[in-house]
């Protein structure tokens, strides 16, 4: 019956959603009068209206836009966004001794939101979101706060709870992800935090960073029971960056210090599947902080987008020999339709691809072909979580701006439980969103 809700509310917006595009582009080549532009931070702030870390600072209502409304004294916009999951594999008797995975439909998330921005001079935006986690069966608060510009300090300040600010993928929304599921070694980067935050960027276009501080003892925080604190820093540098052509070259590196709720932590993680168990697992064991550092490089040239991320978690935990978590990834991604992956400059993160020309008017939507290697590490010292590795090559396709197909092939191997075996994982999502 889900399922079947799903699908007429695909079947009840698409014939909305070329129109409403049109509209909004034919809006976009209107520019205000001078007098009449908000007060915002360096471009690039970053365009997209989706649900994000954050709305853009100084977006204009585009007229008409059938999900955002003008208030007066602010302006709404909601959005809608859910996805399913379809799982299986194939395991020898050994890998399913290890764990097993059995074939399922899931629905991996559904969740609302609702941004705008305040009639004021200076740009005042809020973002607030609610999320059915069909994994943890449970809803929470996504991304909710109060964005301020500040151009004198070359950015902006957000207050509320948000994205950690570590890594791009982390940071990226999901739904634009270039692989169904994050590397496995992000999950040790709460996907939630509540705090403040300082995001900025050079007027040049050739640097931006964030820092923030973390407080979390709100109710349904992801990482209420994991982080009493957190302070978090993050700088990517581009040195290459040409706007006429997209070439561009993203340099980051990150740093978090945490400290551990109850004085104890615990790392897990599934294989890159949603429909599958968890595969690595270290349980709980003593620990006081822990002291994270990334690395990353990400580039950019014409419909190509490639990159790779590291992540080394220093933990303080003395009962258990100071355990260093570590691993990363590395992918590339070709657009055979010709579209581009947008970069955002706030916060420095990609956006949606939007297709070129929609399946629905007679066009072939945008492809997308991607190959990724991630490697997970939970065993050192005294604690043995295991060892995991996955190669999947994926294809995306999306429709239109709203509908999306994605199916992947993953080669697996876990090392556990005293053997190394390999699983091979059959998946695919549908993809559906209004924003």
Known sequence: MRLQLVACSFFAVWPTSASAADEASAADEAEPPVDQQPLKAPEDLGTEPEETDFPPPGRLIKEPAWTEYDLKLFTARWGIYTLVDFGNAYQSDASEAQVDVVRAI???DFRVSISGKLATQRSITYTTGIMYDATQTTWFARET??????????????????????????????????TMERAAITDIIPILSDGV??????????????????????????????????????????????????????????????????????FDSKPESNTAPTFIDTGFFPA????????EVYFRTGSWFTGAEYLLDDVRAP????????????????????????????????????????AFSGGPGAVEAVMAFSYTDYDDAQVSGGTFWRATPQINWYLDDMFSLRVNYGLGSLDRFGSQELTHFFQARVEYKIQ
Do not use: C
């Not at 300040?157 to 739904?175: A, C, W």
């Not at 006081?288 to 690395?295: A, K, Q, S, V």
């Open 319 to 358: 009962d258990v020999g100071n355990p260093l978590m570590q691993g990363g990834n590395v992918f590339v991604t070709y657009l055979l339709t010709g579209e581009q992956r947008p970069y955002i400059d706030l916060g420095g993160k990609v956006g949606f691809v939007k297709p070129n020309r929609s």
């Open 145 to 178: 706060g109060i964005q301020v510009a500040f151009p004198e300090l070359w950015g902006a300040v957000f207050v509320g709870r948000q994205k950690d600010g570590i890594s791009l993928s982390k940071i990226t929304n999901g739904y634009a992800g270039w």
């Open 197 to 266: 935050k300082w995001l900025g960027g050079l007027p040049s276009h050739r640097a931006n960073w964030n820092f923030s501080y973390y407080y979390n003892e709100l109710a349904a925080n992801p990482a209420t029971d994991w982080y009493d604190e957190q302070f978090v820093g993050r700088v990517a540098v581009l040195p290459v960056r040409n706007d006429d052509t997209g070439t561009l070259l993203h340099l980051g590196v990150a740093y978090q210090w945490g400290s551990y709720h109850d004085g104890q932590v615990q």
């Open 106 to 108: 899931k629905l991996r």
């Open 288 to 295: 006081d902080h822990d002291n994270m550092y990334g690395l």
